[in-house]
RNA sequence: GCCCACGUGGCUCAGGGGUAGAGCACCUCCUUGGUAAGGAGGGGGUCAUCGGUUCGAAUCCGAUCGUGGGCUCCA
């Protein structure tokens, strides 16, 4: 008989320790301490998630997760998974449950095969009976069962859904059960120890769904919840929700009068004037840098040939998204991209190695025939501009071209202040075209590309477009959320379909490679986010009314019209409230409206010939001298920067 | 496209088979007021659209359009 190997493992704290293989992490964490064991949720090998009842099969970096800590999220809320599951087998025992999931944020989810969609008052109903179980209290179990064993309990149930499941199992992976109470899931874990360290919930929503996300397949209904350990961390959460809903651009647009809809047009924006200042120095913004870099802006026609769509490969691929119309018994489609049209202009002329790199940058508007169901406000529209450009150039000048996109990239993204930007490269998915070696060179160009700026980045494989592989910028607004900006695409396809070419040194001709590449993605997106991001309160710069003259009485509206004259004379973007109502009402309509500089002028200011600037923070900052406040007002506009006021 | 919910004056919402309500906003008048709502009066809605049931529909039923939450997809 051989004694069981050791394996090693290191603790947080730095500390080590040998213990037989096949020790479960709550083996290890009764070692350390009874109260470690007791506020246990689960455990972490090498940052992977692990269940405190699994045997270890090797050493590595063990790190204990306790009740009230970040980390216990996910424990917390796959095992709100089963109890959600529990609860609504206990009410409706006909209820089939197929499976659960946790998505990137605090939501988890759970299916179920039902005849009806849950209402909010099941919700309420299913809510209670989970906090029971809570109470109950009953410890989670784990099992690792056979695949008959499984399939023989999952048979006696009745449950097709998960004998579907079971038989996606790769052969060979242990498969285990979690059971807690009367309740077994086939799971994969991992799990608290009990039911109680679920220790608050709320179920969020009821939704259809289909069966592994197929919509081919038979319809289920969803509920989502969430879960933490604590009240605190629920309402924590409950409450950056609510912040979320009061910064919804949907709902903030219409209210500062920048955008709005009609069903005449659905999924379409009608940018108001004080909309189309914000989405024009977003555009003016861009094209500062475009003309900074190199690249030569380009208008192109919105309605083409359909010959166009099949020589780019939008006919083949794209038709469903696209808008087409007949006149004079000639098929026409109006543009869902510009690169076609792009290619169109490089082949216009004889291009030489010393040409390149051709960079042509685009705001034309596309219209792209999204689903009914999924466009929403300004996120996901059908009409539409993008800060595109593409830029053709030779396989040895792919890097440089990279670079400089990715330069000007985090230039914008500095000047907005997003906190963090996260970097992705998406790899050769299975269906492409180009050559294994087209694909080894163009991921390493992408990467060396980000080595050489010292930037950190994700692979992720698969990730690629069908042409060539791609850079994501990933940032985060103010409040956390995750949203995908820019792109950095290489393309192999396009010039090859429209047979561009290049003469090189060597006389012969060449193909160029192109790069797409955008930094806000669409101008309409992007200042959806950005109005979420600042919830309308936009930095100087890009606010719609820089200013506004708020004169204490009627007796000071002359004086009042000449500071306004006088800042609208400089190019500052400024109002006067000449309303028959007192500062106070005033001062707050201006807030509402986000205006960043509230300027009172009354007596005192008028004999001094300044103005009383208030900000929108609430900060009085005193009279300015009027010369003063529009030399400063106009620097920090210019540099797109905060006054110093 | 599919499932569910919703659609009442510019906005937020109440009402609910017998012929439309409130607050805010808007207009007029009074007040001339120093850092988030002064007071009084007034105008404004074929209750999304079309069809059905009914003596009678904003209200019940159906369809359509739109919006929202999901599925899926993506800038």
Request: charged share 25%; aromatic share 8%.
């Given at each position: 008989?051989?004694?069981p190997?050791q394996?090693?493992?290191?603790?947080?704290?730095?500390?080590?320790?040998?213990?037989?293989?096949?020790?479960?992490?709550?083996?290890?964490?009764?070692?350390?301490?009874?109260?470690?064991?007791?506020?246990?949720?689960?455990?972490?090998?090498?940052?992977?998630?692990?269940?405190?009842r699994?045997?270890l099969?090797?050493?590595?970096?063990l790190?204990?997760?306790?009740?009230?800590?970040?980390?216990?999220?996910?424990?917390?809320?796959?095992?709100?998974?089963?109890?959600?599951?529990?609860?609504?087998?206990?009410?409706?025992?006909?209820?089939?449950?197929?499976?659960?999931?946790?998505?990137?944020?605090?939501?988890?989810?759970?299916?179920?095969r039902?005849?009806?969609?849950?209402?909010?008052?099941?919700?309420?109903?299913?809510?209670?009976?989970?906090?029971?179980?809570?109470?109950?209290?009953?410890?989670?179990?784990?099992?690792?069962?056979?695949?008959?064993?499984?399939?023989?309990?999952?048979?006696?149930?009745?449950?097709?859904?998960?004998?579907?499941?079971?038989?996606?199992?790769?052969?060979?992976?242990?498969?285990?059960?979690?059971?807690?109470?009367?309740?077994?899931?086939?799971?994969?874990?991992?799990?608290?120890?009990?039911?109680?360290?679920?220790?608050?919930?709320?179920?969020?929503?009821?939704?259809?769904?289909?069966?592994?996300?197929?919509?081919?397949?038979?319809?289920?209904?969803?509920?989502?919840?969430?879960?933490?350990?604590?009240?605190?961390?629920?309402?924590?959460?409950?409450?950056?929700?609510?912040?979320?809903?009061?910064?919804?651009?949907?709902?903030?647009?219409?209210?500062?009068?920048?955008?709005?809809f009609?069903?005449?047009?659905?999924?379409?924006?009608?940018?108001?004037?004080?909309?189309?200042?914000?989405?024009?120095?977003?555009?003016?913004?861009?094209?500062e840098?475009?003309?900074?870099?190199?690249?030569?802006?380009?208008v192109?026609?919105?309605?083409?040939?359909?010959?166009?769509?099949?020589?780019?490969?939008?006919?083949?691929?794209?038709?469903?998204?696209?808008?087409?119309?007949?006149?004079?018994?000639?098929?026409?489609?109006?543009?869902?991209?510009?690169?076609?049209?792009?290619?169109?202009?490089?082949?216009?002329?004889?291009?030489?190695?010393?040409?390149?790199?051709?960079?042509?940058?685009?705001?034309?508007?596309?219209?792209?025939?999204?689903?009914?169901?999924?466009?929403?406000?300004?996120?996901?529209?059908?009409s539409?501009?993008?800060?595109?450009?593409?830029?053709?150039?030779?396989?040895e000048?792919?890097?440089?071209?990279?670079?400089?996109?990715?330069?000007?990239?985090?230039?914008?993204?500095?000047?907005?202040?997003?906190?963090?930007?996260?970097?992705?490269?998406?790899?050769?998915?299975?269906?492409?075209?180009?050559?294994?070696?087209?694909?080894?060179?163009?991921?390493?160009?992408?990467?060396?590309?980000?080595?050489r700026?010292?930037?950190?980045?994700?692979?992720?494989?698969?990730?690629?477009?069908?042409?060539?592989?791609?850079?994501?910028?990933?940032?985060?607004?103010?409040?956390?959320?995750?949203?995908?900006?820019?792109?950095?695409?290489?393309?192999?396809?396009?010039?090859?379909?429209?047979?561009?070419?290049?003469?090189?040194?060597?006389?012969?001709?060449?193909?160029?490679?192109?790069?797409?590449?955008?930094?806000?993605?669409?101008?309409?997106?992007?200042?959806?986010?950005?109005?979420?991001?600042?919830?309308?309160?936009?930095?100087?710069?890009?606010?719609?009314?820089?200013?506004v003259?708020?004169?204490?009485?009627?007796?000071?509206?002359?004086?009042?019209?000449?500071?306004?004259?006088?800042?609208?004379?400089?190019?500052?973007?400024?109002?006067?409230?000449?309303?028959?109502?007192?500062?106070?009402?005033?001062?707050?309509?201006?807030?509402?409206?986000?205006?960043?500089?509230?300027?009172?002028?009354?007596?005192?200011?008028?004999?001094?010939?300044?103005?009383?600037?208030?900000?929108?923070?609430?900060?009085?900052?005193?009279?300015?001298?009027?010369?003063?406040?529009?030399?400063?007002?106009?620097?920090?506009?210019?540099?797109?920067?905060?006054?110093?006021?």
């Amino acid at each position: 008989m051989t004694a069981p190997a050791q394996i090693h493992l290191t603790l947080p704290d730095g500390s080590s320790r040998e213990v037989p293989q096949g020790t479960t992490p709550l083996a290890v964490a009764t070692a350390i301490g009874p109260r470690l064991a007791a506020a246990a949720v689960g455990a972490e090998l090498d940052g992977e998630t692990v269940d405190l009842r699994t045997p270890l099969t090797r050493g590595g970096a063990l790190r204990i997760v306790t009740a009230g800590t970040p980390e216990a999220g996910p424990f917390v809320r796959h095992s709100a998974e089963h109890l959600l599951a529990d609860a609504v087998r206990r009410l409706w025992p006909e209820a089939e449950y197929d499976a659960g999931r946790q998505d990137h944020s605090e939501k988890y989810q759970y299916d179920f095969r039902f005849p009806r969609p849950f209402t909010p008052e099941d919700l309420e109903r299913i809510e209670a009976e989970m906090r029971r179980i809570i109470a109950e209290d009953a410890p989670f179990e784990r099992i690792e069962v056979s695949r008959e064993e499984a399939a023989r309990i999952f048979r006696e149930m009745g449950f097709t859904l998960k004998l579907e499941r079971l038989a996606d199992i790769p052969e060979g992976e242990t498969i285990t059960l979690y059971r807690h109470g009367a309740f077994t899931d086939l799971c994969r874990g991992p799990h608290v120890q009990r039911a109680g360290q679920v220790g608050a919930i709320k179920l969020l929503e009821a939704s259809g769904s289909y069966f592994k996300g197929d919509e081919r397949n038979e319809r289920l209904q969803r509920i989502y919840g969430t879960a933490f350990s604590s009240e605190r961390e629920l309402a924590a959460y409950l409450e950056a929700l609510a912040e979320a809903r009061a910064r919804d651009h949907r709902k903030l647009g219409p209210e500062l009068d920048l955008f709005s809809f009609d069903p005449l047009a659905p999924a379409s924006p009608f940018f108001h004037p004080k909309g189309a200042v914000v989405y024009n120095l977003l555009i003016d913004y861009v094209r500062e840098l475009n003309t900074r870099n190199g690249y030569g802006e380009v208008v192109t026609p919105q309605i083409l040939d359909v010959e166009l769509w099949h020589t780019s490969g939008h006919w083949a691929n794209y038709r469903e998204n696209m808008f087409f119309t007949e006149l004079d018994e000639r098929q026409y489609a109006v543009k869902p991209m510009n690169c076609p049209t792009h290619c169109l202009i490089y082949a216009k002329g004889l291009r030489s190695y010393r040409d390149l790199p051709i960079r042509y940058a685009d705001f034309g508007r596309l219209h792209r025939y999204e689903r009914s169901g999924v466009t929403s406000g300004l996120t996901r529209v059908r009409s539409f501009a993008q800060d595109d450009a593409h830029v053709f150039c030779t396989d040895e000048q792919v890097e440089a071209e990279v670079l400089r996109a990715v330069g000007i990239i985090f230039e914008i993204y500095r000047t907005f202040e997003f906190p963090e930007v996260a970097i992705g490269i998406g790899l050769r998915p299975e269906n492409r075209v180009g050559t294994d070696a087209q694909w080894d060179a163009a991921e390493r160009a992408l990467q060396r590309a980000l080595d050489r700026q010292g930037l950190a980045y994700t692979l992720n494989p698969g990730d690629g477009a069908f042409y060539g592989p791609k850079i994501d910028f990933r940032i985060k607004d103010a409040i956390g959320r995750e949203w995908q900006l820019g792109t950095v695409q290489l393309d192999y396809q396009m010039p090859e379909r429209f047979g561009l070419e290049y003469v090189g040194a060597d006389g012969a001709t060449h193909r160029p490679v192109m790069i797409h590449r955008a930094m806000l993605g669409s101008v309409e997106r992007f200042l959806g986010i950005l109005i979420e991001h600042t919830a309308g309160a936009f930095p100087l710069w890009l606010a719609p009314v820089q200013a506004v003259v708020l004169p204490v009485s009627e007796r000071f509206l002359d004086y009042g019209q000449r500071v306004r004259d006088e800042l609208a004379a400089a190019g500052l973007r400024v109002e006067i409230d000449d309303g028959n109502e007192k500062l106070g009402y005033k001062i707050r309509q201006a807030q509402l409206r986000k205006v960043p500089y509230m300027l009172v002028v009354g007596e005192r200011e008028a004999a001094a010939g300044t103005a009383a600037v208030r900000l929108r923070s609430g900060e009085d900052r005193g009279p300015v001298a009027v010369p003063e406040l529009i030399a400063k007002l106009r620097e920090a506009a210019a540099a797109r920067r905060v006054a110093e006021l």
